[in-house]
């Protein structure tokens, strides 16, 4: 697993060129209000996801390509941002938080540990985007973008034919990637 460092509002990991920024914090309006409060034209919402114990909300920013995560359980609040261009990533999430009167604190132990695991995650499918690349013509972060762009389509918007609008939006041909 990769190392992280924790400044005063988020914890960040680095691994060969990905970045994962997450900030934990407070909100006090429901997820369903942060699309019309955070206008940035290149970020794509999903509907608002309702699971046990939480809300979820999954945006793609598009150029350059990562993906923000908000979750909002009772009573902590997180963002995560997650793609290889983390000064731009971190920027996004300070506008974001910024926009929604997102109250940003220091990481604890026990948000840090959770994080992990799913940044431990985007770690293994980075380093596949790099095999896959390569064969394709892509280079790495254009590979990792176009997977996660497909996948937030898919499985967090419904939409039927992902792989075929992802590789359109990313100028690919159809089939670079597995249908979704």
Known sequence: MADYTVDKTCVTWHLDGLVAIASQGRMSLPLSRVRRLYRNKDVEFS???EEEGRDMLFMFHNPPCFDLIMAKPLYESSIMAVGCYGQKMRQV???LSAAIHFVPQRPDDGFITSISQAVAMEFETYKGAKLVAHKVGLCQEEMFGLMHYAYFLKT???????S???TKRFGVPAGTIPKI
């Open 47 to 49: 509907p608002v996801r």
């Open 93 to 95: 999430v300070d506008d």
């Open 156 to 162: 967090y918007n419904n939409v039927r034919n992902a």
């Open 164 to 166: 075929e609008v992802a």
